[in-house]
C-alpha cells in the first residue's frame, strides 16, 4: 500500500503561486509514478502534469505548460506542484496520485493506482 497526503491548498489573488505538496509514505515510493489531477465542481477530473521519481520525465497538459512545475524530493518522498500565475480557473481540488512502480506517465486517472484525500485550491479574481 501506498498512502499520500497532500497539503499546501488555499486561498490566492489571481496571478499568485501556491506550491502543493504530497507526502508518500508505504512501499518504496521512489519507484513509483506521481501525478497530479484536479477537479473542479461539476467536472470531471483533469490531469494537470507527472513525473518519474528518478525526477527524467515530466509531462504537463499543454494548457499549463510554462505555468506549473512538478518536481520530486526522492530524500522526503514528497513530490510538489508549483503553480505560478494562478487564475479563477485553476480554482479546484488538486489530488495527488501514485502509478505502478517503472510505469510510464500517462494522463487517464484509472491508470493511477493510489490517490490522495485532495486538496482545495481557490484562486480569486
Known amino acids: 500500500q501506498v498512502q499520500l497526503v497532500e497539503s499546501g491548498g488555499g486561498l490566492v489573488q489571481a496571478g499568485g503561486s501556491l506550491r502543493l505538496s504530497c507526502a508518500a509514505s508505504?512501499?518504496?515510493?521512489?519507484?513509483?509514478?506521481m501525478g497530479w489531477f484536479r477537479q473542479a465542481p461539476g467536472k470531471e477530473r483533469e490531469f494537470v502534469g507527472a513525473?518519474?521519481?528518478?525526477?527524467?520525465?515530466?509531462k504537463y497538459a499543454d494548457s499549463l505548460k510554462g505555468r506549473f512545475t512538478i518536481s520530486a524530493d526522492n530524500a522526503k518522498n514528497t513530490v510538489y506542484l508549483q503553480m505560478n500565475g494562478l487564475k479563477p480557473e485553476d480554482t479546484a481540488v488538486y489530488y495527488c496520485?501514485?502509478?505502478?512502480?517503472?510505469?510510464?506517465?500517462?494522463?487517464?486517472?484509472?491508470?493511477?493506482?493510489?490517490w490522495g484525500q485532495g486538496t482545495q485550491v481557490t484562486v480569486s479574481s
Open positions: 513525473i518519474t521519481w528518478s525526477g527524467s520525465s515530466a
Open positions: 496520485a501514485a502509478r505502478d512502480p517503472f510505469t510510464t506517465i500517462v494522463a487517464v486517472p484509472t491508470r493511477y493506482n493510489y
Open positions: 508505504g512501499r518504496t515510493v521512489n519507484r513509483y509514478t
